[in-house]
């Protein structure tokens, strides 16, 4: 993910509005997500997911490139260029299984106490931004 480009610069929304279905190596994956920040930018697109025949839940999220999404361009209200929060769709993608995780369930891999945060309080975090960059110049 890193390899060719040190930033890569993630967006995405972690709202399970996605379908994925088995497929060997990985899933099949379809889904429009809303309010991708600073989707115009990023280079991955980190979106939450639902196994068809599963009720959604948070947690489990895919990892695409930006190359195999559509960026939807719906955000242009009055002062809230800055953030770029577009919709995101992606329409039977892909997606190995190590391009997924489970913020939910899966174990942290780094033994910092900001690792074992819960997945909410971690969203909560990121909000406050919203505003700052929707802010008049």
């Known amino acids: 993910m890193f390899g060719e480009d040190p930033l890569g610069l993630i967006a995405g929304a972690s709202a399970p509005t996605g ?41 489990p999220m895919i990892l695409v490139p930006a190359t195999d999404a ?12 800055g953030p770029g929060s577009h919709h995101v769709a992606v329409r039977e993608r892909f997606v190995p ?3 997924t995780v489970n913020a939910a369930d899966d174990a942290p891999l780094h033994p910092g106490p900001l690792y074992r945060l819960p997945v909410g309080f971690r969203q909560l975090v990121d909000y406050p931004s919203c505003p700052m960059t929707s802010s008049p110049r």
């Not at 559509?70 to 260029?81: C, K, L, Q, S």
């Open 19 to 59: 379908t994925a279905r088995h497929a060997a190596g990985g899933y099949l994956v379809s889904g429009r997500w809303s309010f991708g920040r600073a989707s115009p930018q990023a280079r991955w697109f980190v979106a939450g997911y639902a196994l068809e025949g599963e009720a959604p839940r948070v947690g």
């Open 70 to 81: 559509e960026i939807i361009d719906t955000w242009a209200g009055r002062g809230m260029r």
């Open 97 to 99: 299984t190590d391009h």
